[in-house]
């Protein structure tokens, strides 16, 4: 797959295309839906497969107080992108500039450097100035550049609507689980190991600490069944996500204890996936009491792992 950061070059590359037009924060079911589509007419059709995002959410431009935290870092949607066989991601800043733009302008800037046969969209895709393009635009102007359109129907689990934002507001409130029905995977945070303060060997439970990336959503205070992706291999562990409020903990982070593993991780890079919160944090009394909890807590997700 071929990342593009600017339009320069992109039209050079791909003489038609079949694009999936979207933000795709989070890469969710729904989006992945989308996206699919695209890329199996293109493969039908003999054209590459293109996703056009931006690579910062336009709220930071329109509103930045408001801006929501991420579910997926730059390197994990490519990733996911990849593994899903799209051709090329056009992932592009929006700027002040793309905010001025009609959504005729934006339409032309499509056709011009992706030269477009198909487009799809979610039915709640808008573009251009204040957002005022819709999905019916777009297949007004197919209809003039020579493009067809298909706006494709919303997913639903049940009753709800999978969106970014209610799987910001599961994982927010520790609801791990459910949110991983709605991404179509489980939650993930990736990082490097840093040197923490050596206070879990001291319990017995040595932890492997990643600081939480800035823009990233983290799940809700308190301690989960976890998957950890290492260069070792794939490994069962429990993770803490929080300040350490019994040490009176300043920062928040996340401290894993990984089982049957003894390997040096400081400076590697490690993923986490969040399978179930076994509970919320809670502020012990005495070490004594915190130890005999985290020895409750490995028991719980040895018996979650053991029942999977």
Known sequence: ????????????????????????????????????????????????????????????????????????NAQDKIRLLRSIGVDALVSIPFTPDFLQLSPDQFIKLLVETLHPIHIEVGPNYSFGHRGSGTPEMLLAAGEQYGFSVEIHPAVYMGDDLVSSTVIRQMIQSGNVEKAATYLGRPFRLKGHVIRGDGRGRTLGYPTANLSIEDGLIAPED??????????????????????????????????????DF??????????VLFLVQLRKEITFASVTELQTQITFDVEQAKKFFSNR
């Open 1 to 72: 797959m071929r990342v593009f950061n600017t339009l320069d070059e992109v039209h050079a590359f791909f003489p038609k295309t079949c694009v999936a037009l979207g933000n795709f924060d989070g890469l969710h079911i729904g989006h992945q839906s989308v996206i699919l589509r695209a890329v199996r007419l293109a493969r039908q059709k003999g054209v590459a497969s293109a996703v056009f995002t931006f690579s910062n959410h336009p709220i930071t431009i329109l509103d930045p107080q408001k801006t929501p935290p991420l579910l997926l």
């Open 222 to 259: 308190g301690v989960y069944a976890v998957e950890i992706l290492t260069r070792h291999g794939i490994f069962q562990g429990v993770a803490n996500v929080g300040a350490n409020p019994t040490f009176k903990g300043h920062h928040r982070r996340i401290e894993v204890f990984i089982f």
């Open 262 to 271: 003894s390997a040096d991780l400081y400076g590697c890079t490690i993923a």
